[in-house]
């Protein structure tokens, strides 16, 4: 068992957080490399470990699958050391996926290996955008809206093109710091109905927007958010969390969640934590089989996908 699957027990709170079924495509960093700089985080001259980078990896996968979710692996290709960064891939909302157009040439072809890799895992609609938009990266699919960032990497225009193609409320945040380029480095949905988020990524019309939609957000501080400790993922219970994120992970228990430390330093060295690793397959209504992994008992259909 990975030590980073330790869970601490929930802080006694006033609401039971409950966790949902997720299914979830990952991609394996047998090619990772630091070969260019499109981030700022990214130093080509500073040595990546690639066995390390793959054994955090793994460590992922196995807290997911211990927590009774579903990874489906899509496959990794030479000369593209960023795919392992599978969130940028697309978005996936009612069981339509919208792909990715990447704003940068080294990323540019793995669009069309995630939209066979979509098809390939069994989502029947896959879209290729006008636009240039890094999936899931600006994208954060908090219940029925999505927040979109602009700034740095997906085109604004590309926001609009997702409202028409999924039927979304689409918030637009322009990001405004370059060491959060993409906006799952600045904000991630703890459940349907609230967020985390780090105010400095963002610009004061974002901000007010953040605090009038989600008034009981947890707000990260600088060093949260430079562990990149809001690249987190929540399964409305669980949150999986860069484990330096120590005043977050606080916060996120004293909200009654559970957060697991993950330890995803090696794949930072490229601007990326858990979430950017994790595309999230969100099914379409009705179309969820749950199949509850031996010992997760906490799991329960996502609203509106109960089989009918
Ligand atoms: N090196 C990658 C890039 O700059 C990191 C992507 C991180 N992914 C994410 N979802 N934030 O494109």
Request: hydrophobic share 40%; net charge negative.
């Amino acid at each position: 068992m990975p030590r980073s699957s330790v869970v601490v027990s929930p802080a006694p709170s006033r609401v039971e957080r409950v966790a949902t079924q997720r299914r979830y495509l990952m991609t394996p960093p047998s090619h990772f490399e630091i070969s260019y700089a499109i981030n700022v985080w990214m130093d080509p001259s500073r040595p990546v470990d690639r066995s390390l980078a793959h054994r955090q990896w793994d460590d992922l996968v196995a807290v997911y699958e211990s927590l009774g979710h579903t990874v489906e692996r899509a496959d990794p290709a030479p000369g593209l050391p960023d795919m392992v960064f599978a969130a940028n891939g697309a978005v996936v909302v009612g069981g339509i996926a919208v792909g990715a157009r990447f704003a940068t040439p080294q990323r540019a072809p793995e669009a069309a290996l995630y939209r066979e890799a979509l098809f390939a895992a069994g989502i029947g609609v896959v879209h290729e955008p006008s636009y240039v938009n890094e999936g899931e990266g600006d994208y954060v699919v908090v219940g029925d809206t999505i927040l979109a960032g602009t700034g740095f990497r997906t085109d604004v225009r590309a926001h609009a093109e997702l409202a028409r193609l999924t039927g979304r409320e689409v918030v637009s945040l322009p990001l405004v710091d370059p060491r959060f380029y993409h906006l799952d480095v600045a904000v991630f949905a703890l459940d349907d109905h609230n967020v985390a988020y780090y105010p400095g990524a963002f610009d004061a019309d974002g901000r007010a927007e953040l605090r009038r939609r989600f008034p009981d957000a947890i707000i990260a501080d600088e060093h949260d958010a430079l562990v990149l400790g809001l690249n987190a993922v929540s399964d409305g219970r669980h949150v999986v969390v860069p484990d330096e994120a120590e005043h977050l992970m606080a916060r996120v228990h004293e909200a009654g969640y559970l957060p697991i430390p993950i330890d995803m330093s090696e794949l930072r060295k490229s601007g990326g934590g858990p979430k950017c690793c994790t595309l999230e397959l969100r099914p379409a209504p009705g179309a969820t089989e749950l199949r509850p992994a031996p010992g997760a008992t906490e799991l329960r259909p996502a609203p509106g996908t109960e089989p009918s």
